[in-house]
């Protein structure tokens, strides 16, 4: 069994900033080979990709939140961060972690992001 945790979310002013952490604990191994992403799901919308970062350390970022988002990981604490600055009210949604190796792909529960003044 793999569980994978979000935390971070909340009620956040336009301009405002969040951390979401996602901890994977359970029978995993080696989490520095996994690919790590973060996605996040508006009302009324599809799942979408916000950040990823795979084995190798290249990251990807979805148009809309370049140069705003930041992602990162730590092996040791198999955990991956996002940092998320300058919200925008467009930014609100369910935030989910995505740990994936071949066929092995696990989620989170999500965490909610909501930007409102």
């Known amino acids: 069994q793999v569980q994978v945790v979000e935390s971070g979310g909340g009620l956040v002013q336009p301009g405002g900033s969040l951390r979401l952490s996602c901890v994977v604990s359970?029978?995993?191994?080696?989490?520095?080979?996994?690919?790590m992403g973060w996605y996040r799901q508006a009302p009324g919308k599809q799942r979408e990709l916000v950040a990823r970062?795979?084995?190798?350390?290249?990251?990807n970022y979805a148009d809309s939140v370049k140069g705003r988002f930041t992602i990162s990981r730590d092996n040791a604490k198999k955990t991956v961060y996002l940092q998320m600055n300058s919200l925008k009210p467009e930014d609100t949604g369910v935030y989910y972690c995505?740990?994936?190796?071949?066929?092995?792909?696990?989620w989170g529960q999500g965490t909610q992001v909501t930007v409102s003044s």
């Open positions: 995505n740990v994936l190796l071949g066929k092995y792909d696990y």
């Open positions: 970062v795979v084995s190798s350390g290249t990251i």
């Open positions: 359970g029978n995993i191994f080696r989490f520095s080979a996994y690919n």
